[in-house]
């Protein structure tokens, strides 16, 4: 089957449910510094996946893919972050590290099925 737009993309729709589950945990918290960067981060992982998916090559798709990952991992530093904050406590911590882990290797499987 091939794949037509980004939305029935698994990867972009596993990052989509990355970044509620963000903004679901860290929506109302004070610090407002954190919030943005992890927010932004959350975000940049689907938005990366839409706008490398319409570019004119697998090798712009694998870059766009690339930055991705490295902002999925982002989100998981900040995950890390936020449990020694004690924004949140390890259960969640925990949780929303399997979220990212699943996406990033999602979007690793995408990035080897171009076969660059």
Do not use: P
């Not at 737009?5 to 970044?19: P, S």
């Not at 798709?61 to 972050?81: A, D, P, Q, T, W």
């Amino acid at each position: 089957m091939k794949i037509i737009r980004f939305e029935d993309l698994i990867a972009w729709q596993k990052a989509q449910d990355l970044a509620t589950h963000i903004y679901y945990n860290f929506g109302s918290i004070k610090d407002f510094s954190f919030k943005n960067q992890i927010c932004a981060a959350a975000v940049s992982v689907s938005n990366n996946i839409a706008e490398g998916f319409d570019s004119n090559s697998k090798k712009e798709f694998n870059r766009f893919l690339g930055i991705s990952r490295n902002s999925c991992n982002e989100v998981k530093s900040m995950i890390y972050l936020a449990f020694r904050l004690q924004y949140i406590d390890e259960r969640k911590k925990m949780m929303i590290i399997g979220y990212c882990e699943e996406v990033a290797r999602i979007i690793v499987g995408l990035m080897k099925s171009l076969e660059l």
